[in-house]
């Protein structure tokens, strides 16, 4: 690993630390506010494929599917703003599906800690370990409270957070 990397991974482990830390003191506010936040990204990506839709018919050119889109962006965005309830019952399955792809994509750095031989290995394995078998229990048995539900994450980003850390400072 160069130096490089590793000065650019200790940015992101900060943010994971200081994001579960949010998340696990203010777990039902950062809800309502996490799906806020999700509604305007999806309205303002549905305004930008209205914009494309109107660029591409001014040129006379076919846009398949892009009103759909931005119709279909538009509704989701609305929901998550007025029905924050409804969009946090199905939080549990997105987490559980968040941190599956973050402990899957983390393999090969694992592959790469043992073919080097670092010193720690046991620590890659944990980075990918952990957020596996939290994805597949919150996949498999997802908790009744949302607010339970998003402190458990902010926990299991910090303590990702930490393993990124511990991970740094042995591959040093």
Do not use: D
């Amino acid at each position: 690993m160069k130096s490089f990397g590793k000065k650019s991974t200790l940015i992101p482990t900060i943010l994971y630390m200081l994001i579960g830390a949010v998340l696990l003191i203010f777990p039902s506010i950062s809800a309502t506010v996490f799906c806020w936040g999700l509604g305007g990204v999806l309205i303002v990506y549905g305004l930008l494929h209205l914009y494309r839709f109107w660029q591409a018919k001014q040129q006379k050119l076919a846009v398949e599917g892009e009103l759909a889109v931005c119709l279909l962006l538009c509704l989701l965005g609305l929901l998550c703003i007025s029905a924050p309830r409804l969009v946090l019952s199905l939080l549990p399955f997105l987490l559980g599906g968040l941190l599956l792809v973050m402990g899957l994509i983390r393999i090969p750095a694992v592959w790469e800690a043992f073919s080097l031989k670092m010193p720690g290995r046991w620590l890659f394995v944990l980075k990918v370990a952990v957020p596996l078998a939290l994805g597949i229990v919150l996949l498999i048995n997802p908790f009744g409270l949302v607010t339970g539900l998003i402190s458990f994450f902010g926990l299991c980003l910090m303590i990702n957070g930490i393993l990124e850390l511990l991970c740094l400072w042995k591959s040093r």
